[in-house]
């Protein structure tokens, strides 16, 4: 059984020949059924079909299927965006059938209409901090004046001199993770200066970006091109003053604007 993959919203500049829609054929997640277009007026769903029954429970929580299937899905919504601002929905989003998908549009419009608008000329990126822990807690214990004081009052006593170690290392851990915090809030702040709108993101562990240092930070920024190079000024004066506690912050984009979107949560139908 088929049902109907949907990608994206767009406008109808996406069905471009050079290089949109209409151009080379673009396999869809399913590499069986090409991608195509569902159009009411300006307003375009970009689209495929599928073989519904492969969406399984199973399949969705297995990461060597997923994988290449969610590279297209991205593939189809970037090609989109180089032609049209974009509601991009998350990978995996099936109707039973085109009449269901038309519906879904009808109900939602206005706040499709009105996230189109908003989203002209945008696009999403993001800000990543990693810290070498190691460095920072070696500059907490020469700057922070408690971690000094404690420090300084360690019993020559092996047993005694244990516990105070351990309380010392739990005040290094205490004095940094509210230096990230104060760090985490003045960095937002002077981003979101330069950007549209900003949003916090869940920070990942080590097993998830694949390195060593830890993450500290980690936004979205909705950018204009005309603002981007602002932008990159000010993380630029961002990194140098960072440096010295040995955090490295990473810029990556564009994006369509998957945070940014208007919700338009709806059943499956």
Request: charged fraction near 25%; include cysteine; proline fraction near 4%.
């Amino acid at each position: 059984m088929t049902g109907v993959y949907l990608y994206c919203l767009a406008r109808s500049d996406c069905l471009a020949a050079d290089g949109g829609l209409l151009g080379p054929a673009l396999p869809g997640v399913d590499e069986g059924y090409p991608v195509t277009a569902l159009c009411d007026g300006d307003l375009v769903a970009v689209i495929s079909e599928v073989v519904t029954g492969d969406f399984s429970e199973q399949n969705l929580q297995t990461l060597e299927w997923i994988g290449a299937r969610a590279t297209r899905h991205e593939a189809v919504v970037a090609r989109t965006m180089a032609h049209s601002p974009v509601l991009p929905v998350k990978f995996g989003t099936l109707y039973h059938g085109r009449s269901s998908l038309k519906d879904f549009l009808l109900r939602h419009r206005a706040a499709i209409e009105r996230g189109l608008t908003k989203l002209r000329g945008k696009s999403e990126w993001s800000v990543k901090g990693y810290l070498l822990e190691e460095d920072a807690r070696r500059i907490i214990a020469v700057e922070d004046s408690e971690v000094q004081a404690r420090r300084a009052s360690l019993s020559l006593s092996p047993g005694l001199r244990y516990m105070q170690q351990k309380q010392l290392d739990a005040t290094i851990d205490a004095a940094l993770e509210r230096g990230l915090s104060r760090v985490n809030q003045d960095l937002q702040a002077a981003l979101t200066r330069y950007a549209l709108e900003s949003m916090f993101m869940r920070l990942h562990t080590s097993a998830v970006t694949g390195r060593a240092e830890r993450m500290v930070f980690n936004s979205s920024f909705l950018l204009t091109e005309e603002i981007l190079e602002e932008f990159r000024a000010a993380l630029s004066q961002q990194q140098e003053a960072y440096t010295s506690i040995g955090l490295t912050l990473e810029l990556r984009g564009p994006w369509p604007p998957y945070n940014f979107c208007p919700s338009l949560a709806d059943e499956v139908a």
